[in-house]
């Protein structure tokens, strides 16, 4: 497609599961971009990739929370042990290049821990 | 911690009326700014992004203006439609930038 796939776009889950969140970027960005954002708020950063490395992932909260990228297109958020506080939209971006200024963004997915 | 926030949660106008969303940041040294358009259940979208090195840039119906002086930005929408209702945030460069929660605009028709 030609814009950021997030899947699944809504996901309900029980409190202390698993859940892992895709992010498909736009073809060819080599930067992917992790937020979260709560009800009412902005969005906020939790991990920044460029190829396959995380370059900044001083935003995870705690050790629950995980991404990868191992081929550096598709990223994987993953939250393990989830708690109510997690309930939140999970944002994914891509730009083009290290040092772009601005990113394009998916539709988010809606987390749901009940 | 820097920070950029919005002065209003909410903005509603008249259908055809002008809109002015206002944004505040706190680093001096910030040098670039965007504003994105929020729709419900839709991620951020790019609208229109300025260099500190500006004071205003235009786009359709839409003009950012940039005072460094008093490090406040603007989002001015000529003709608001009601396609333009969404939250509006203002950001820094992409990447750890805090985003604010965000100004809520509703135009009535």
């Known amino acids: 497609g030609a814009g950021v796939s997030q899947t699944p776009s809504n996901k309900v889950t029980e409190k202390g599961k698993y859940v892992e969140l895709r992010c498909d970027p736009i073809s060819g960005h080599t930067a992917l971009y992790w937020y979260r954002q709560s009800l009412g708020q902005g969005p906020e950063f939790l991990i920044y990739?460029?190829?396959?490395?995380?370059?900044?992932d001083s935003g995870l909260p705690n050790d629950r929370f995980f991404a990868v990228r191992p081929e550096g297109s598709v990223s994987t958020l993953k939250i393990q042990r989830t708690e109510r506080g997690d309930s939140a939209v999970y944002l994914c971006?891509?730009?083009?290049?290290?040092?772009?200024?601005?990113?394009?963004f998916g539709q988010g997915t809606r987390l749901t821990v009940v | 911690g820097e920070s950029v926030g919005l002065h209003l949660p909410t903005l509603s106008v008249q259908e055809g009326d002008n809109s002015i969303i206002n944004c505040a940041y706190s680093?001096?040294?910030?040098?670039?700014f965007i504003w994105y358009k929020q729709e419900s259940g839709k991620g951020p979208q790019f609208i229109i992004d300025i260099r500190s090195n500006m004071d205003k840039r235009q786009g359709q119906r839409v003009t950012v203006l940039l005072n460094k002086t008093v490090k406040h930005l603007s989002l001015q929408i000529a003709a608001t439609q009601p396609g333009d209702s969404a939250v509006y945030f203002c950001a820094e460069k992409i990447g750890k930038s805090t985003f604010g929660d965000g100004t809520t605009l509703t135009v009535k028709p």
């Open positions: 990739f460029q190829g396959t490395g995380a370059a900044d």
């Open positions: 680093n001096s040294a910030s040098d670039y």
């Open positions: 971006a891509s730009s083009p290049r290290q040092g772009a200024l601005t990113a394009f």
